[in-house]
């Protein structure tokens, strides 16, 4: 049975920082992607960002470049997602989930895209 516990959200201020955990079973973990989506209260769910866990190649949403990093640990079936300098806009629920790394490559970073979901962990930013 495939499963992913993310785990890692709460309370920070602004430009704070927080790590999420997305701890995978049940699959290979290196033969897939993991991605980092979040839902913020009335919007859609985006993509944040998502790796390709054999080749760790990453793909980050225009809005946390350069202030994330997602990483995987294969030996310990991870994946992390650093996230500093937060802003208030990037309250949210935040899931990790599985996909495959060819829709990865030719479809992006899509939530559509990916088939099984974590619980998701509540990321709030305060102003």
């Known amino acids: 049975e495939v499963q992913l516990q993310a785990s890692g959200g709460g309370l920070v201020q602004a430009g704070g920082s927080l790590r999420l955990s997305c701890k995978a079973s049940g699959f290979t973990f290196a033969d897939y992607a993991i991605g980092w989506f979040r839902q913020a209260p009335g919007k859609e769910r985006e993509g944040v960002s998502c790796i390709s866990t054999d080749d760790s190649s990453t793909y980050y949403a225009d809005s946390v470049k350069d202030r994330f990093t997602i990483s995987s640990d294969n030996a310990n079936n991870t994946v992390y997602l650093q996230m500093n300098s937060l802003k208030p806009e990037d309250t949210a629920v935040y899931y990790c989930?599985?996909?495959?790394?060819?829709?990865?490559?030719?479809?992006?970073?899509?939530?559509?895209?990916?088939?099984?979901w974590g619980q998701g962990t509540l990321v709030t930013v305060s102003s």
């Open positions: 989930a599985q996909g495959l790394k060819i829709s990865l490559l030719y479809r992006g970073c899509q939530p559509l895209e990916f088939d099984y």
